[in-house]
């Protein structure tokens, strides 16, 4: 009987089922001694024997196996003044260009909570929202095992805001304040390339 012919293989992750890999038990004629009628010799335990050899990517996941990272959800909030954009760092420099962006509070509109992170961070008063630029997922590993879901929003400043200044971010008052060192950079400008985790993306809206 002709062998059915090999199916393709995906080279493409895939998650298993958790069955085993079924072995046909195979049966072969083997001359006797003695005159005695035709044996018959088992293969179960040779085919066992190979289906046990199984690489180890083909074992069943178990739940301790996969790690399932929260799903935080976040505002990012681009401040711009006269073709600017409000940036700032930190006095450790590892932290990196950012710009104002935290956590949604429990129920809290997205506009809200982008309005109210810009003005806890830039400390700038008459601060107000004129666009919402979209949403995306972004994953922060390593620096977090979290992915973030954020929703970035356009603001401006009304007067004449200083050209540099420091602010802190307070933390709700549940760690010491971390000081926050703001400077305008103009839209397209490759300092801006330096955004960190991502958040530059949808800058690109800002017309």
Request: glycine share 8%; proline share 11%; net charge neutral.
């Amino acid at each position: 009987m002709r062998s059915p012919a090999p199916t393709a293989r995906s080279n493409s992750p895939a998650i298993t089922s958790g069955v085993r890999p079924t072995c046909r038990v195979q049966s072969q004629s083997l001359p006797t001694t003695g005159g005695g009628a035709p044996g018959h010799r088992c293969l179960r335990a040779e085919r066992s024997r190979r289906c046990s050899r199984r690489p180890p990517y083909d074992r069943p996941n178990r739940p301790e196996d996969v790690t399932v990272k929260p799903t935080v959800r976040k505002v990012v909030a681009f401040v711009v003044h006269e073709g600017k954009l409000a940036v700032f760092r930190q006095d450790d420099e590892a932290a990196g260009l950012q710009v104002p962006a935290g956590t949604l509070r429990p129920g809290e509109d997205p506009e809200h909570g982008a309005l109210r992170e810009a003005t806890e961070e830039t400390g700038l008063p008459n601060l107000r929202v004129i666009a919402y630029l979209g949403r995306y997922r972004y994953d922060i590993t390593p620096f977090r095992e979290e992915i973030q879901d954020r929703s970035v929003f356009l603001l401006t400043v009304d007067g004449n805001p200083p050209d540099r200044w420091d602010s802190a971010e307070t933390h709700d008052g549940l760690l010491p304040p971390t000081p926050l060192h703001f400077h305008w950079v103009p839209l397209g400008d490759p300092e801006l390339e330096q955004l960190v985790v991502g958040q530059g993306t949808l800058l690109d809206r800002i017309t």
